[in-house]
């Protein structure tokens, strides 16, 4: 296989797409609960209410990991079951929901890898303001303190955020996601605001004493140029500051792109000291990766670009399948982080598929992920500190604004009676796991 012996073999999902139980042991609504309420929000009005119920089925879960031969799990903890308020007192039962999944985890030789923000912020801090509010940071700093407190013990690595694209311009410009706003301020100050919560989490975390390894998780989108025309690849170059440069390069010390300044007139609200606290040395950084758009430039677009047609195949998410736009991903982050070690955190694709006497035939997933596999080992050959692999997802779940329309589980769940019947890709990766992949 050509992979080292130490390389991290993953599975990812998070809190609030398979957990349900979202009433549970004290925990509040966050903006997702709310966000689903709303007519036409999610595809047939879904919600994470139930979910694949991993709240309570998270033992099975942890046997069908350990079935497949993971050696980690990348989870998210819930920031409305440890402090339903936002703010203030911690809840114990919360705690220990994660103590307990945490247990059952090294119980079979797995890593616990949690992420501390994948989205679902409290209800109650957004009703202050949310990410746009500079408060929203500071909160943050004191939950993931309790974090550390309570769960460093158990917890083999950490993730600040996940996406912080998402959780700016997804949830604050496009209205897409929770909590559905559509304002290019809020957008522009939330991207600030994530970054700096990332850095006092990092603060925290280094008083804490802790000494497992931390990171965050970012997707990328350094899209290319759809020709060499040079104003094509200006849009290129807006394209990867706008969405890739303005969380990577303040985590490497480096200032918000000036092109962003320049050519869009966009500033962001920092203050004294915030790229200093931003830029403390992580240990890792997590690379989401799903697919490459080429763009055009185009005055009128708000960023000044545009995407432009592609010939690739698509997954069922309508997205292109362009595995050497990872190849390109990975290359950029090892020279422009300097050699920092890589995992890829997220990596697959949604499959329209059905079950049929207990099996599910996704040949099209194990293509897609041996193809972006194919690019990993390369990029190894190649000297990039790339250092695991992480399939999304473990389980089909709550996909967001498309609700349960889309799958992207490596373990087909059945949404009336939440029985778990792993796929055929789960059967490929726990071959490629093992050393036995055809690659």
């Given amino acids: 296989?050509?992979?080292?012996?130490?390389?991290?073999?993953?599975?990812?999902?998070?809190?609030?797409?398979?957990?349900?139980?979202t009433e549970a042991d004290g925990r509040t609504p966050s903006i997702w609960d709310i966000f689903a309420k709303k007519?036409?929000?999610?595809?047939?009005?879904?919600?994470?209410?139930?979910?694949?119920?991993?709240?309570?089925?998270?033992?099975?879960?942890?046997?069908?990991?350990?079935?497949?031969?993971?050696?980690?799990?990348?989870?998210s903890i819930a920031w409305p079951r440890i402090i339903p308020d936002g703010v203030g007192a911690v809840n114990p039962k919360g705690v220990d929901y994660y103590v307990r999944l945490c247990k059952?985890?090294?119980?079979?030789?797995?890593?616990?890898?949690?992420?501390?923000?994948?989205?679902?912020?409290?209800?109650s801090l957004q009703d202050a303001g949310g990410w746009p509010e500079r408060k929203t940071a500071y909160a943050f700093a004191e939950y993931a303190k309790a974090?550390?407190?309570?769960?460093?013990?158990?917890?083999?690595?950490?993730?600040t955020l996940n996406e912080p694209w998402c959780s700016s311009y997804l949830s604050y410009l496009y209205g897409e996601h929770a909590p559905g706003h559509q304002d290019m301020n809020e957008a522009l100050r939330s991207v600030h605001h994530l970054n700096l919560?990332?850095?006092?989490?990092?603060?925290?975390?280094?008083?804490?004493?802790?000494t497992a390894p931390i990171g965050t998780t970012l997707n990328p989108q350094?899209?290319?140029?759809?020709?060499?025309?040079?104003?094509?690849?200006?849009?290129?170059?807006?394209?990867?500051?706008?969405?890739?440069d303005v969380f990577l390069h303040p985590l490497i010390g480096k200032e918000y792109p000036k092109v962003l300044k320049t050519e869009l007139g966009i500033e962001f609200p920092v203050e004294k000291g915030d790229m200093e606290l931003i830029a403390q040395k992580v240990d890792f950084i997590g690379i989401n990766f799903y697919n490459e758009n080429p763009v055009i430039y185009d005055k009128n677009a708000p960023f000044h670009f545009s995407h432009a047609p592609y010939w690739h195949p698509e997954t069922d998410m309508g997205w292109p399948i362009t595995p050497q736009g990872l190849a390109r991903h990975l290359r950029y982050f090892h020279e422009e982080t300097g050699g920092i070690p890589l995992y890829i955190t997220e990596n697959g694709c949604a499959v329209r598929e059905e079950l049929i006497n207990g099996r599910c035939h996704d040949i099209e997933r194990c293509e897609y992920i041996r193809e972006h596999l194919r690019v990993c080992r390369q990029a190894i050959k190649d000297g990039v500190n790339l250092k695991g692999y992480f399939v999304w997802s473990l389980l089909d779940n709550f996909e967001w604004a498309w609700g349960y329309a889309k799958r992207f589980g490596?373990?087909?769940?059945?949404?009336?009676?939440?029985k778990r019947y792993p796929k055929d890709s789960a059967y490929m990766m726990r071959d490629v796991i093992a050393g036995y992949g055809d690659l």
């Avoid at 919560?197 to 802790?210: C, D, F, P, T, V």
């Fill in 1 to 21: 296989m050509d992979f080292p012996n130490d390389f991290l073999w993953g599975c990812a999902t998070a809190s609030y797409q398979v957990e349900g139980a």
């Fill in 39 to 75: 007519p036409g929000a999610v595809e047939a009005g879904n919600d994470g209410s139930v979910a694949c119920d991993q709240y309570h089925r998270y033992e099975e879960d942890v046997e069908l990991i350990a079935s497949l031969g993971f050696k980690a799990y990348r989870f």
């Fill in 104 to 123: 059952a985890l090294h119980a079979k030789g797995i890593e616990a890898v949690a992420t501390m923000y994948h989205w679902d912020l409290p209800q």
């Fill in 147 to 159: 974090c550390f407190k309570e769960l460093g013990p158990y917890v083999d690595k950490w993730i």
């Fill in 197 to 210: 919560a990332h850095g006092l989490a990092m603060a925290e975390y280094r008083k804490s004493g802790l």
């Fill in 222 to 244: 350094n899209q290319r140029p759809a020709t060499n025309r040079k104003e094509d690849v200006f849009a290129a170059e807006l394209a990867k500051a706008i969405n890739t």
């Fill in 410 to 418: 490596i373990v087909y769940v059945d949404y009336r009676t939440l």
